[in-house]
């Protein structure tokens, strides 16, 4: 299947061009878009695409390929609309949009928003495990760690290319144009601290709101949102799950953390079932699972299978054979709407203005 690659940066880098380079049976990247030409030409010196953009425009109307991979960082909304209107499947990389306004604007087509983890060999295991002992009415809570380094810690020995060669007027209209959209979703006169929230909830968190939608659904109601420690610091929030119990989830900036850590544990009246995630730029880093069980038997469960090439292989059975993904336009939705869920409770905690749509 043909490919256009959008966005050139690290996770582009560090993950897509290692994986489409050794899966050459599914996938021919035929063009790459990438604000900087620095960018794009590195990338596509590394898989062999001749096309290289700084256009999304002009490579959408260039055409020759059958499907377009939205990488780039920031919302997505309008890239994805774009590819849609043109004809394109699209693979968009997390979040889909910063608003949902921009979901409400996109045209019927083939989109499949990309959450890695749900294509965890350990993840799906679990379901397995969830779906055997009864399903979400069965969980009496599920605790979420997250230990976040930084991302330059994380990606050092990636040895990435950088873009120098992007002119900064356009840089600036571009972050005017996302704050736009922040002030869409949470109101023009939302602060700082609301804002940034908002950004990890969509930036991150959204992973661990991709496994709840997975195993429980996502939640309805959001009861706590509290954050500590200079920017971006931690945050910790809690709510009900929809058939029952609760969870909690802790997430913690940690500069010079050893390594990125993150842990999902749902506990239900006969034991526990726990997953322990390495940092995602490492390929082939086995994800832990672990089965609590009756008299406290454990068993441990590895599978070394890459979750970003699951789901690269789930794309091209969508658009080849129809194959539903996991996250589709409605779960990506979803996922904006818990967001601004979370944004709006801490604002209403702490007296703090909130409009736009998570009024």
Known sequence: MRIALVGCGAVTQAVY???????????EVS??????????????????????YTSLERMLADG?????????????????RQALQAGYAVLCEKPLALTRAE?????EGRLMVGYMKQYDPAVRRAEEVLAGLGGPGIIRAVEVTVLHPSGESQLAFANLEQ???????????????????????LGESAPEPVRHLYGVALGSICHDLSLLRRFTGSPAE??????????????????????????????????????????VVIHHDQGSIELVFPSPY?????????????????????????????????FHAFVNDGKPPLTDVGGGLEDIVTAQRIAARYAVQHELPIGGEAA
């Not at 030409?41 to 590394?46: I, L, S, Y």
């Not at 979901?103 to 045209?107: E, F, G, I, S």
């Open 282 to 314: 490492l390929m082939n880093a086995p994800t832990t699972l672990t089965v609590v069980s009756g008299g406290e038997s454990r068993t441990k469960w590895r599978d070394v299978t890459e979750a970003f090439e699951v789901q690269l292989a789930a």
């Open 103 to 107: 979901v409400a604007a996109l045209p």
């Open 64 to 80: 020759g390929y059958e499907a377009v991979v939205v990488l780039a960082s920031g919302s997505h909304g309008e890239t994805v």
């Open 31 to 52: 063009a790459v878009c990438d604000l900087s030409q620095t960018l794009a030409d590195a990338v596509g010196d590394r898989l062999g695409a001749a096309r290289r």
């Open 17 to 27: 061009v290692p994986l489409l380079s050794r899966r050459r049976d599914l996938f």
């Open 222 to 263: 959001i009861s706590y949102v509290e954050t500590w420690g200079a920017a971006p610091g931690s945050i910790e929030i809690s709510g009900p799950l929809p058939a029952q119990g609760r969870f909690s989830l802790r997430w913690h900036y940690l500069e010079d953390y050893p390594a990125y850590r993150e842990t």
């Open 163 to 185: 873009a120098r060669d992007v002119d900064a007027g356009l840089l600036a209209t571009l972050r005017a144009a996302e704050n736009e959209l922040v002030s869409r979703a």
